[in-house]
């Protein structure tokens, strides 16, 4: 048998896991749709297990994620598209392509040049890419037009406003500076105000979102990676709510039971604990 630790040895498991009669119902039911959820899942707790500095719990996570590759390239070969070999060959290939400083005749490059090196690579793929739609008969993937093309749309908005901005920058569509987009951040809110008092739904939900695609911008001018920026105030607003509720449980009461002005002196509190 396989070791445990054997690639081999995980596409047996999953081969076993989705044979008719003999593998695993829920497996066997499963498609690319009703898996992605999960694979989107299983990457959120891999970058949760790095923010926490846990590397029991990243390799377990990593293991998860991995299946889910596997979990996806055997539904891909048993319709024929592709295997799991495919998979591994397309990365290597495109690792080795995109690398020539590493693999190919281009030597002690900085940084900045093994930048620009990618960047012309990968345009170079995306229109191959194109071509060979156009060749197919296929018109453009909408996603894939113009200065903005290649921002995958199922990322999480937050995430793909930061590369939207960025892609926009590249061509001079940016402010100079961060200053310029806290003056933007402060027209933004003042739109809010404007419709949260005479406007309806969609326009409170739009001038939101305006709002908080400024704030994005305001991060990326600052250095600040905003997911990570917010991941961490999630932590911090945990954390002192649950200093609440251990203070309350203290007295015997729940929050349901607790004044506002009550769990205000209460959060200040934790505050103070922790600067």
């Known amino acids: 048998m396989a070791s445990a630790n054997d690639i081999a040895h995980l596409l047996a ?5 989705r044979t008719p009669q003999t593998g695993c119902p829920w497996d066997l ?3 690319f749709e009703t898996i992605a959820p999960y694979t989107l899942e ?3 707790e891999v970058a949760d ?7 029991a719990d990243l390799q377990e996570e990593l293991g998860d994620l991995l299946f889910q590759v596997v979990f996806h390239a055997r539904l891909a070969e048993e319709v024929g598209h592709f295997s799991f070999d495919d998979v591994v060959g397309s990365i290597s290939e495109k690792l080795t392509r995109r690398h020539p400083h590493v693999f190919g005749e281009a030597r002690q490059l900085s940084p900045n040049e093994v930048k620009g090196i990618w960047a012309r690579i990968k345009a170079e793929e995306k229109r191959l890419k194109a071509d060979k739609r156009a060749a197919a ?20 908005a937050m995430t793909r406003a930061l590369k939207l901005q960025e892609k926009a920058s590249s061509v001079g569509f940016d402010w100079n500076d961060a200053h310029a987009v ?14 949260l008092s005479e406007g309806g739904p969609e326009a409170i939900r739009e001038e939101i ?4 695609f400024a704030v994005v911008n305001l991060a990326r001018h600052a250095g600040v990676e905003p997911e990570r920026a917010l991941r961490g105030t999630n932590e911090k607003f945990t954390r002192r709510f649950r200093y609440i509720e251990q203070m309350l449980e203290a007295e015997n009461r729940a929050p349901e039971v607790a004044s506002l002005e009550e769990m205000e002196a209460l959060w200040q509190q934790a505050k103070r604990q922790e600067s």
């Open 29 to 31: 039911e499963q498609s």
């Open 209 to 212: 979102g305006d709002l908080l």
């Open 13 to 17: 498991i999953m081969e076993a896991l």
């Open 42 to 44: 299983e990457a959120y």
């Open 182 to 195: 806290l003056a933007k951040i402060r027209e933004e809110t003042d739109e809010v105000e404007e419709a």
């Open 49 to 55: 297990a790095i923010s926490r500095g846990d590397m």
């Open 137 to 156: 008969g296929l018109p453009p993937k909408e996603e894939e037009k113009g200065v903005l093309g290649g921002i995958a749309l199922p990322l999480p």
